[in-house]
Nanobody
Framework: QVHLVESGGGSVQAGGSLRLSCAAS????????MGWFRQAPGKEREGVAA???????DYVDSVKGRFTISKDNAKNTLYLQMNSLKSEDTATYYC??????????????????RGQGTLVTVSS
């Protein structure tokens, strides 16, 4: 299984920006679906964004227009650019990956975490 290491989290004020990175242990060009989900204390996991190899992208409504998912196949790294951060974005963010022929940010939340996650704290 691919090993994923998240980084880039931190503490920011509302309105600020962060870029999360997810370094993969293998060629991500061969991974059909990758994405990010988050989990706030006491809350269920929420699929934030997903990207498929053919370019399909999906975001949860609450981050549309603020977050951008992308990947650099040459660096085997997935990114999540987060702008205009809000207090409700506070959570631990996890990277996920799956093979197959379908891609769903919601399905990614059902996968076991492969990294430690990266904590994002947004203060208002």
């Amino acid at each position: 299984q691919v090993h994923l290491v998240e980084s880039g989290g931190g503490s920011v004020q509302a309105g600020g920006s962060l870029r999360l990175s997810c370094a993969a242990s293998e060629n991500i060009a061969d991974i059909y679906c990758m994405g990010w989900f988050r989990q706030a204390p006491g809350k269920e996991r929420e699929g934030v964004a997903a990207i498929a190899t053919h370019g399909w992208i999906d975001y949860v409504d609450s981050v549309k227009g603020r977050f951008t998912i992308s990947k650099d196949n040459a660096k085997n790294t997935l990114y999540l650019q987060m702008n205009s951060l809000k207090s409700e974005d506070t959570a631990t963010y996890y990277c996920a990956a799956k093979q197959g022929t379908s891609c769903s940010r919601i399905y990614l939340t059902s996968l076991p975490t492969r990294g430690q996650g990266t904590l994002v704290t947004v203060s208002s």
